[in-house]
């Protein structure tokens, strides 16, 4: 008989230890364990990318990854995204999104600040096609995806 497990990690900055059946979803054990709710569920396959989060650094689905395989890594949510060095401001991707318009309903908006965060990291002054290829592995059911483009052009600007 399989029986919970404790898991130990750091998310947003923040030891945690949790005890969760082995292959549970690492999606729902942030959104039902640490009730970190800014993670969401869009497909459940990972293809829509609404669900993203950072594992170690690398942007990830967190419904395709057991929360066991987590064990020990370090993780960071939306909700980890806008810590800045007080604790209170948000991420200029955030901040874009805001002031361009790039959120519509929400499902996709944190998967979309977060594909955005790992491609402005990796590349700061990134092209038209960058920004497309950057944001491919997310979905939006809401826009013609323009809003998101411009949020992401924005944050790249001094």
Known sequence: MVEKVALSFVVNGQQQTVHAWPMARLLDVLREELHLTGTKEGCGEGECGACSVFIDGELVNSCLVPAAQTAGAKITTIEGISLGADGEN?????????????????????????????????????????????????????????????????????
Not at 98 to 115: D, F
Not at 136 to 144: E, F, K
Request: hydrophobic share 40%; with cysteine.
């Open 90 to 158: 948000l991420n200029a991707v955030q901040q874009a999104f805001i002031e361009c318009g790039g959120a519509q309903c929400g499902i996709c908006t944190p998967g979309m600040i977060l594909a955005a965060v790992s491609l402005l990291e990796r590349n700061p002054q990134p092209t038209d096609a960058d920004i497309r290829n950057g944001l491919a592995g997310n979905l939006c059911r809401c826009t013609g995806y323009m809003k998101i483009f411009d949020s992401v052009v924005k944050a790249c600007q001094p």
